[in-house]
């Protein structure tokens, strides 16, 4: 391998690394998350009821962001996020390959 390949492989995965856990979502903070404010209203029996309100991965980010409004909680899209995917592992599991 040459000087020049060397360097754009380094560089490469240097922005690999930096960008990876920015867009990584956390699971463990959703579930957190959830559980201490999310369980006021409901429980999640909710989530895997027969006639669930939720029925795709975009209704459930709505669905959370509504609740989490009228629970005025002021969450980042970054927390809503770990939560909608909190759920979708643990209670939902739609397909997030779009
Ligand atoms: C102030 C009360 C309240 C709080 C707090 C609340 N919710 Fe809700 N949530 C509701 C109500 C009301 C519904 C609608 C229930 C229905 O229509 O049967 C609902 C429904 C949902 C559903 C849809 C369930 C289904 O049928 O598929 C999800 C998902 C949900 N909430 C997530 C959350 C999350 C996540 C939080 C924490 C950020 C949260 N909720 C906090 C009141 C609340």
Known sequence: MNYLNKLVLVNFITLLLFYLPVQAVDL???????NENCMRC?????YTR????VNSLDELRTRISQCEIMAEMAWFDEEIDDVTAYLNDAFYHFNIEK
């Not at 463990?28 to 959830?34: E, F, Q």
């Not at 409901?42 to 909710?46: K, R, T, V």
């Not at 027969?50 to 309100?53: F, K, M, Q, S, V």
């Open 28 to 34: 463990k903070n959703g579930k957190t998350l959830h």
């Open 50 to 53: 027969e006639d669930r309100i």
């Open 42 to 46: 409901h429980n999640p029996s909710q």
